[in-house]
Structure formats: C-alpha cells, structure tokens
C-alpha cells in the first residue's frame, strides 16, 4: 500500500441543491444512472412541474420501449398506472418518487 501524497490533494466544489436537478433532454440512461446517483441517502434529484417539486427516487429505462406520442421531454404522464416521462432520447418509468408543492402554494 502506497501513502497518500498530502501535497497533491484538491477539493472539488460544494454541492448546491441545484446540482441534483434532472436535465430532461438528457437520454433515458443517462437520468436513470443520474437518478441513481443522488437516491437515498442524498437528497435525491429532482424537477419542477405544475408549482410541484418531484423527487424522484428510482426509475427504470424505458428507452425504445414507447412510442413518441409527440410529448415535451420532462412532461410527466400515466401509462396502464404506471407514470412515465419522455426524456431527450427514450422515456423513463418513474417507481419511487414524493410530489411536494412549492412554498406559497
């Protein structure tokens, strides 16, 4: 085993809560491992939609799986009960997510 070198240490920045904000024109592999990544027990990604805050948990690549339909990427919809969101390429099946509503609302 080989001793750390001190005098070569860096820092990397402190994170904000806007680094976990999910960027839905990313692919559908890309926001699950994203999505993955910041899960419990960090704060979790998240988005906004309709003065909701989603969080979201845990998704499941859907990419080729679902036809277009011509959504917006980042627009979540209900498919056979389950929620999905169309991403830049693919769409993700949403599994384990909390809805909070914006402060003021």
């Known amino acids: 085993m080989r001793k750390q070198d001190l005098s ?3 820092y990397c920045c402190k994170r904000e809560p806007s680094d976990d904000l999910i960027n839905w024109d990313w692919s559908s592999r890309k926001i699950y491992n994203w999505v993955r ?3 419990r027990p ?3 990604a998240f988005f906004f939609y309709n003065k ?8 499941e690549d859907c990419y080729n799986k679902m036809d ?3 959504l917006e990427n980042g627009v979540p919809f209900e498919k056979n009960g389950n929620l999905y969101i169309k991403c830049g ?3 993700v099946k949403v599994v ?3 809805i909070s509503k914006m402060p003021g609302e």
């Open 42 to 44: 960090y704060p979790g």
């Open 89 to 91: 390429i693919g769409f």
């Open 52 to 59: 909701s805050k989603y969080t979201i948990w845990w998704v």
């Open 37 to 39: 990544a910041q899960t």
């Open 68 to 70: 277009n339909f011509g």
């Open 96 to 98: 384990d997510f909390e």
């Open 8 to 10: 070569k240490k860096t």
